[in-house]
């Protein structure tokens, strides 16, 4: 493949290449590009979100590229300002180490982790941790206060009068200079990560090297619009199982479904109009929940989720989303718990819990406890709430009375919507 031909591969689905002729000429120098990406793991599950990213730096691999993930373990500690409101709270080396054995799983499923001239995982404590003194004020004195508070989640919170803790103005270096041990030709992120990868570009040349090229994909928001978030329950994690995720993107709002099809999806803009005009809202989702759900359920990801990918599922393309039988089991085993739930029914697969006999009192237990040690509330508050609002079900029965207490002498079917089950069972 040309320069120009990798690049306008490159191109698509980029917000912004900075500078585009830089990349262009390290395209055309034939030399492997290092591409780096870094993730903080403050929270243990990789979303498709994150996706959007890694799917792009599976194209430089495909294109014989090295991608190198970095861990950001050290940083995760700090916390990235980056579109906060207030400061994150830090979390211990340890707690940063655990969720990251999570994370290096998870990127396996999209990016090809087997080639070790294509993919290296390093953690930033190698070089952070010891740090000196001296180093931190070399790379402090790159930027200007004034410099820092142009950053919009900076300028808004001190406008505002939120606190901005020092160790923040820290962050962008630390990543910065993440750069530098590994010699990073590219650094990709999200629109959010604009000025930190801008300041890793002042940090290489600091110290002596060629500057990294920075490329910003668009950022994926919850199926609602808002920030995606376990909490908004907007949240699809690439290890899901495929039922949850086949259910997620058919409950993504109307207005985002396009977003969703340009930034999960390789159709092209042609297709993704012919799915939504044709297909109609249900039949588009029903492609996109195929199409995504198929390709999470397998251990690595195909090259191309594309009208190629949907028809080696087994569903017609022609069809455009209205009913057909696929071949694909794990996606028709999807497809069918999601119209069984969505025409009322309880699903004969679902996640089980066991409940151990210290937690009942005389055989029962209060309904409220029950389905928060059932991960179905967060708390017992919450789900005395929910019963008040007739949101949850026993055994396929309303719920109305938050002070009830359950026999737990068979296995007994929790319910919160119509779409969320946990089977409990006694030990």
């Given at each position: ?369 029950l389905f928060t040690l059932a991960g179905l509330t967060a708390s017992n508050g919450e ?45």
């Open positions: 493949m040309t320069a120009e031909e990798a690049l306008r591969l490159l191109r698509i689905g980029a917000v912004e290449i900075i500078p585009q002729e830089d990349l262009f000429k390290k395209l055309q120098s034939e030399k492997k590009l290092t591409v780096k990406l870094g993730l903080d793991p403050t929270r243990p599950d990789i979303h498709i979100g994150h996706a959007v990213v890694l799917r792009k730096m599976r194209q430089f691999q495909e294109l014989g590229h090295k991608v190198v993930l970095i861990i950001g373990d050290f940083t995760a500690m700090i916390g990235d300002p980056s579109g906060r409101s207030k400061t994150r709270p830090p979390l211990t080396l340890e707690e940063t180490r655990a969720n990251a054995k999570s994370y290096v799983e998870q990127v396996g499923k999209i990016l090809i982790t087997s080639d070790k001239e294509r993919f290296e995982l390093r953690y930033n404590s190698e070089w952070l941790e010891n740090l000196g003194f001296k180093e931190v004020i070399k790379l402090t004195s790159l930027l200007t206060v004034a410099q820092m508070l142009e950053r919009e989640d900076f300028k808004k919170r001190y406008s505002e009068g939120v606190p901005i803790s020092i160790h923040e103005f820290l962050y962008p270096f630390a990543q910065g200079y993440d750069s530098v041990p590994i010699a990073c030709d590219v650094e990709m992120g999200g629109t959010d990560q604009k000025f930190n990868l801008l300041v890793g570009r002042e940090v290489q040349e600091a110290y002596g090297l060629e500057k990294q090229v920075a490329f910003i994909m668009p950022l994926l928001v919850g199926g609602d619009g808002q920030k995606m978030s376990k909490s908004l329950d907007n949240y699809i994690g690439i290890t899901e199982e495929p039922s949850e995720v086949f259910r997620k993107l058919m409950k993504i709002e109307d207005p985002y479904l396009q977003t969703y099809f340009e930034l999960c999806t390789d159709l092209t803009p042609e297709e993704i109009k012919e799915v939504m005009e044709k297909g109609g809202p249900v039949g588009a989702h029903r492609v996109l929940a195929r199409l995504v759900a198929g390709a999470y359920a397998q251990e690595l990801i195909p090259s191309r989720l594309d009208k190629a990918f949907y028809q080696s599922l087994g569903y017609s393309w022609d069809a455009h989303g209205h009913d057909q039988e696929g071949t694909a089991p794990v996606v028709q085993q999807a497809e069918a718990r999601y119209y069984e739930i969505a025409h009322g029914g309880i699903p004969n697969e679902m996640p089980e819990v066991t409940l151990h006999p210290g937690e009942l009192h005389e055989g029962k237990i209060a309904i409220a406890r789900a005395r709430r929910l019963i008040e609002q007739k949101g949850l079900r026993l055994d396929g029965e309303v719920l109305f009375d938050p002070k009830m207490e359950v026999a737990l002498d068979r296995p007994r079917v929790l319910q919160r919507g119509k779409d969320r089950f946990v089977r409990v069972v006694p030990d």
